[in-house]
T-cell receptor
Framework: EAQVTQNPRYLITVTGKKLTVTCSQN?????MSWYRQDPGLGLRQIYYSMNVEVTDKGDVPEGYKVSRKEKRNFPLILESPSPNQTSLYFC?????????????FGPGTRLTVL | AQTVTQSQPEMSVQEAETVTLSCTYDTSESDYYLFWYKQPPSRQMILVIRQEAYKQQNATENRFSVNFQKAAKSFSLKISDSQLGDAAMYFCAYRSTYSGAGSYQLTFGKGTKLSVIP
């Protein structure tokens, strides 16, 4: 089944404790991105990647890192999480960066930083 | 930068009736794509319908259709014969065809929560 998977689905952590949220897609997609969703703000892009070893900042990149060493994986790294990073996170992928391509979303990761 | 505005935070509709969700956007570009996404309580983001700006014809997908008014920068979603399973948060989104920095990112509105009354 074609899908985007994220792990973990739920995470409660404490301020300053480094964490990684994994994202993997099995569709051989070139384009991947991370969004965060906050009440009343919709979804906002954190980082995106157009292909292996090619990443760039979205609208809200502060406090996050990403890497794209393999085509299928695009982990989101929080080196020193803070409470304002408590949010719902979505990974998404599409066949290429072309705007007509549908973005497929993962199931979301609910992160709480205490 | 583009902005997407959904002016209705919440709406409700009787089952089997029709409802229209509003979306306006601001852009200086002439070519772009517009999308409606549905987010049910499961939180999964599901693409409902998409519209290419250079196409005059309004997109339709079964009970879902859009009213795309390019000059007015308006992109409303009409749901006909509403069903209980349509209850969800609906997001309007804009995607540029610009290939520079931030290329092809989706810009989302804040969402409209739709309730369906049995």
């Amino acid at each position: 089944e074609a899908q985007v998977t994220q792990n973990p689905r739920y995470l409660i952590t404490v301020t300053g404790k480094k964490l990684t949220v994994t994202c993997s897609q099995n569709m051989n997609h070139e384009y991947m991105s991370w969004y965060r969703q906050d009440p009343g703000l919709g979804l906002r892009q954190i980082y995106y990647s157009m292909n292996v070893e090619v990443t760039d900042k979205g609208d809200v990149p502060e406090g996050y890192k990403v890497s794209r060493k393999e085509k299928r994986n695009f982990p989101l790294i929080l080196e020193s999480p803070s409470p304002n990073q408590t949010s719902l996170y979505f990974c998404a992928s599409s066949k290429s960066r072309g705007p007509y391509n549908e973005q497929f979303f993962g199931p979301g990761t609910r992160l709480t930083v205490l | 930068a583009q902005t997407v505005t959904q002016s209705q935070p919440e709406m409700s509709v009787q089952e089997a009736e029709t409802v229209t969700l509003s979306c306006t956007y601001d852009t200086s570009e002439s070519d772009y794509y517009l999308f409606w996404y549905k987010q049910p309580p499961s939180r999964q983001m599901i693409l409902v319908i998409r519209q290419e700006a250079y196409k005059q014809q309004n997109a339709t997908e079964n009970r879902f259709s859009v009213n795309f008014q390019k000059a007015a920068k308006s992109f409303s979603l009409k749901i006909s014969d509403s069903q209980l399973g349509d209850a969800a948060m609906y997001f309007c989104a804009y995607r540029s065809t610009y290939s520079g920095a931030g290329s092809y990112q989706l810009t989302f509105g804040k969402g409209t929560k739709l309730s369906v009354i049995p």
